[in-house]
């Protein structure tokens, strides 16, 4: 069965510095993985994904993660946290069980950014 | 750029009520997907149609049905309502149900049953 796992309820840190929030998956074969962000009261938006190729995958709003085969893992990660990053982060793996491509996410992860 | 729209916002309903919940996907996106977030939890699979017809079926209770129109709108149907429906429902579109598309989500709809 395909699962993704993120360790973290939450990760707090200080405007400025450097993110990451940890996803670890579980599949059958290649894994197409992804990020979103679900800021309060609002639907989930699509960050990045890692599909194949280049292991640094970069989305939106300067977020970038990593793709480490030997330890499935897919973390997300930012150079330089903002305020306004404070939301609530979800990893997510296509099944691919099936053709139609749903997608199982992880527990979700807060990131609190403080000023 | 056209997002996913959903309608109601918000809705409350009565045990034993039912409920419609709609979704227009993004304009020629013909795949769309259901998902349920109870408070604190992460959105789970309910259903999910290509090209008008049901590809998928997650943990979706026997009350519910859903289904996606000629011009790809959707809208799941809810009856008998509980008091455990009370969640966020999410819809999102993609571009063909190709694993490799990203999903977009509408804001989704907050139903509350009391």
């Known amino acids: 069965a395909q699962s993704v796992a993120q360790p973290e309820d939450q990760v707090n840190v200080a405007e400025g510095n450097p993110l990451t929030v940890k996803c670890t998956y579980s599949?059958?074969?290649?894994?197409?993985l992804f990020w979103y962000v679900q800021y309060p009261n609002r639907g989930l938006q699509f960050l990045l994904k890692?599909?194949?190729?280049?292991?640094l995958v970069k989305g939106s709003y300067g977020f970038e993660a990593e793709f480490n085969k030997s330890q499935t893992s897919f973390h997300l990660k930012k150079p330089s946290a903002l305020v306004s990053d404070s939301a609530l982060y979800f990893c997510?793996?296509?099944?691919?069980?099936?053709?139609?491509?749903?997608?199982?996410f992880g527990q979700g992860t807060t990131l609190q950014v403080k000023p | 750029a056209a997002g996913v729209i959903q309608s109601p916002r918000h809705l409350i309903k009565e045990k034993r009520e039912t409920a419609t919940l709609k979704c227009y996907p993004i304009?020629?996106?013909?795949?769309v997907y259901w998902y349920q977030q109870g408070p604190g939890q992460d959105p789970q699979f309910l259903i999910s149609?290509?090209?008008?017809?049901?590809?998928d079926k997650g943990s979706i209770p026997d009350r519910f049905s859903a289904q996606q129109f000629s011009d790809y709108h959707s809208e799941l149907n809810m009856s008998s309502l509980e008091l455990g429906d009370s969640a966020l429902y999410f819809c999102?579109?993609?571009?063909?149900?190709?694993?490799?598309?990203?999903?977009?989500f509408g804001p989704g709809t907050r139903l509350t049953v009391t």
């Open positions: 149609f290509y090209e008008k017809m049901q590809s």
């Open positions: 999102a579109s993609s571009l063909k149900q190709t694993p490799t598309y990203e999903q977009y």
């Open positions: 599949v059958s074969g290649n894994p197409y």
């Open positions: 997510a793996v296509r099944d691919r069980s099936s053709n139609t491509g749903k997608l199982i």
């Open positions: 890692y599909i194949t190729g280049d292991n």
């Open positions: 304009p020629r996106h013909d795949t």
